[in-house]
């Protein structure tokens, strides 16, 4: 164990140092590191049944070496629900994500050594999902519910509880308050994790006319074997918003530490690992089975690209000019490809030999075989019932190539007319989302393929795009179909001639198609020589390589408003906003908008936005951001930096805008990007509101790394 400790200690301290930009704030914290990163020892043996208040079982950030005094609260050998609530209570306590993540190691760890099959809902719970955004996981619990679950159990008049609304707020809050001096005449048994986790399962599959009282009876149960603290996060549970500070990145990096510690492998590299492996195959169920059968030594040879779950999809950097371009690529050959303005779309096929339960399945195709299909959006939610025409025209495909039996592709889904001409995509969006009958289609739509991730069971994410470029165009030829139950397949229009003049031209033709402006990609691996200026500048190499969750700089986009402005539309989180006054005193106004920030693990404040808004829109914001609901509050939420400002109320980060500004300038009061140019953080002047993108959410915003990014170009330029 001693060896352990020992490798624990080192990898933490290396880590503080990576983090922390201020060596006196890592000389303060060393010591706290050493303590809460320590090899845990704990007591396999049952605690207490009293578990109405939390923190008698010591604290999860600071256990160490010698706590094998520490008791794991369990109930017939499962993890009570306490322990969980501990975690929570004690993240929530801090906004230092090192510490959110060092608290959230211990925890798994605990739960990994006491409870394995309490790992995975542990996780689903703190990532305030059910499942993957690809699977049916809707808890579909609101005030109805919640309301009625609680006015029984604590015996509440609705008065009082309206009354705990208008002090509280939260209805996490209001839960603590109401149920912390009820008492029960039989002693119920404490929750355990699963034991919660399986009654929100169960929540989610109640449907129908009754639904609401089914619900509301499950929720109850719940609740009266919890109270105070164990209710108060049992309902920020229910309605998935924890507000820990539990992002992906972070959780992800608490799963890698928690199966390394006491492993040769380090923690950079574990967490490298856990984070590139959810990247390709993004369902935390798969991931934790994998590991607790193999450990992190087999997990990318467990966890494979495989039809049916979606790849974290790749995207471009930003740049402000054409001629930037070659400077950025090198000199490097690429390729120029249309940007269409329509819905991103991944496309899974695959030939199965009996119907599947999600997704589409065809008639038979050949040899007693069917083709499943599944096609999923930006933000991996599953859209196949959206586009029944598509999986038509994959279907034809498949029966007149013998060469296929299953790939993967990234594609744009585009409205067209009926002359195939492109539409915009807001015509698109007003087609149905979901049980689109294939012969009554209203919007068509022709489908756009760029790129290609797995082929006849082969990934190809690792081979250059000129390969899997040419594996896509070779297996999936341009099918026009004659017929609106078929949507026309094509490839997206690309040249790849690197000169200026060719680009240009081509860049003017994209505009006639309607198109936002071009993405240009890099065809081959660059690796840059012992002579090369990149070398002398420390340029890293430029992957051709597909880079699930990563803006590359081998994929750069210019859009049509390149030209304009601050050179690019900039994608934004909506984190607070003050009363409006005047002819907006009924509505929010202005905005608080924020960029996420990869080092951070936040969101952080970055300009206010009063401009491109209309009193329709202006009205859906104030039902989609009511005081008094979750995701409102007088205070940040946990994953949010403010900077300098005080809005008037504070929004949970759950959606991204599309804006665009005049310049982007330094500023001593937003601190978006700070340090990243000077000691001042940036902010953007101006900023006016494009749209809503419902097809992003908050991690796929523009980072401030972007930001500064841009900054520095229009600096140059």
């Known amino acids: 164990m001693a060896d352990d400790v020992e490798l624990a200690i080192k990898l933490s301290m290396e880590s503080y140092k990576r983090e922390a930009d201020e060596r006196e704030l890592y000389q303060r914290d060393i010591k706290r590191a050493k303590l809460h990163s320590e090899t845990l020892v704990i007591s396999s043996d049952s605690g207490s049944d009293n578990d109405d208040e939390i923190g008698n079982t010591g604290s999860i950030h600071t256990l160490n070496a010698s706590s094998d005094s520490f008791v794991v609260p369990k109930l017939d050998n499962a993890i009570q629900f306490t322990l969980f609530v501990q975690a929570c209570v004690e993240c929530s306590s801090t906004r230092s994500r090192i510490e959110i993540t060092n608290i959230l190691t211990n925890y798994l760890r605990i739960v990994r050594k006491n409870d394995p099959d309490a790992l995975l809902p542990s996780l689903w719970l703190f990532s305030s999902q059910l499942g993957p955004p690809y699977e049916p996981n809707e808890l579909g619990v609101g005030k109805l519910v919640l309301n009625g679950a609680l006015k029984d159990v604590a015996a509440l008049s609705p008065t009082r509880l309206k009354q705990l609304h208008n002090r509280l707020g939260d209805i996490g809050d209001v839960a603590f308050e109401a149920t912390r001096n009820v008492i029960s ?15 929100f399962k169960d929540i989610a599959t109640q449907h129908g006319p009754r639904s609401v009282t089914a619900k509301t009876n499950l929720v109850k149960k719940l609740l009266v074997s919890a109270k105070a603290e164990q209710a108060r996060w049992l309902m920020r549970a229910l309605v998935q918003n924890l507000r820990i500070g539990a992002v992906r990145t972070t959780l992800s990096h608490a799963l890698a530490r928690a199966f390394a510690v006491g492993t040769p492998i380090d923690l950079p590299s574990a967490e490298k690992i856990v984070r590139r492996v959810y990247a390709r195959h993004p369902n935390y169920t798969t991931l934790v089975k994998a590991l607790l059968d193999s450990g992190l030594n087999e997990l990318e040879m467990k966890v494979p690209v495989q039809v049916g779950t979606p790849v974290q999809p790749m995207l471009g950097a930003i740049t402000r000019s054409l001629a930037d371009v070659q400077t950025r690529l090198r000199g490097q050959p690429f390729t120029s490809e249309a940007k269409l303005d329509g819905q991103r779309c991944q496309l899974h096929a695959s030939l199965v030999d009996s119907k599947q339960k999600n997704g589409w399945t065809s ?10 299909v599944r096609l999923f959006s930006r933000r991996l939610e599953d859209m196949t019932e959206k586009y029944p025409d598509v999986a038509m025209s994959l279907y034809e495909i498949f029966k007149n190539e013998p060469s296929l039996s299953s790939i ?16 915009s995509f807001q015509e698109l969006s007003n087609r149905s989302r979901k049980a689109v009958d294939v012969d009554e289609v209203k919007i068509r739509v022709a489908v756009f393929g760029f790129d290609c991730m797995l082929f006849n069971g ?26 609106i139950t078929y949507a026309p397949w094509d490839h997206m229009p690309s040249i790849d001639d690197t000169g200026l003049v060719e680009i240009s031209a081509f860049f003017e033709k994209c505009m006639t198609m309607k198109a936002e402006g071009i993405m240009v990609k890099l065809l081959d691996y660059y690796e840059p020589t012992d002579t ?21 700089e081998s994929w750069l986009k210019v859009k049509k408003d390149y030209l304009e402005d ?3 539309s900039i994608d934004l989180v909506p984190i607070g906003a003050w009363h409006g006054m005047g002819r907006k005193n009924q509505f929010w106004s202005p905005i608080l908008l924020g960029v996420y920030d990869d080092d951070e693990g936040a969101v952080t404040a970055v300009c206010k936005c009063m401009s491109g808004f209309s009193d329709a829109f202006y009205k859906a914001i104030g039902e989609r951001y009511a005081e008094g609901s979750s995701n409102v509050s007088k205070h940040a939420f946990p994953g949010v930096i403010i900077g300098d400002t005080s809005p008037d109320v504070y929004f949970q980060p759950s959606e991204v805008w599309e804006c665009r500004g005049a310049d982007i300038t330094q500023s001593p009061v937003y601190p978006a990007a700070k340090g990243r140019i000077s000691d001042k953080g940036l902010s953007i002047r101006f900023p006016r509101f494009i749209r809503v993108r419902e097809d992003k959410d908050v991690e796929q915003a523009n980072t401030a790394a972007d930001l500064a990014s841009m900054y520095e170009k229009q600096q140059s330029g």
């Open 363 to 372: 008639p038979l195709v050949r040899d007693n075989t069917y083709l499943y």
């Open 185 to 199: 005449v039989v002693k119920p048994k404490p929750l355990t994790v699963s034991q919660v986790y399986g009654t």
């Open 458 to 483: 082969e990934t190809l994410l690792d081979k250059p795009f000129r390969e899997r470029r040419s594996i896509m165009r070779t297996h999936m030829p341009p099918f026009k179909p004659s017929s």
């Open 408 to 423: 993967v592709l990234d594609a744009e889904i585009a409205a067209i007319d009926d002359t195939d001409n492109i539409r």
């Open 566 to 568: 601050v050179g690019d």
């Open 532 to 552: 090369d200026d990149a070398v002398k500048t420390r340029r890293k190499a430029l992957p051709a390589t597909y880079e699930p969750d990563k803006r590359a």
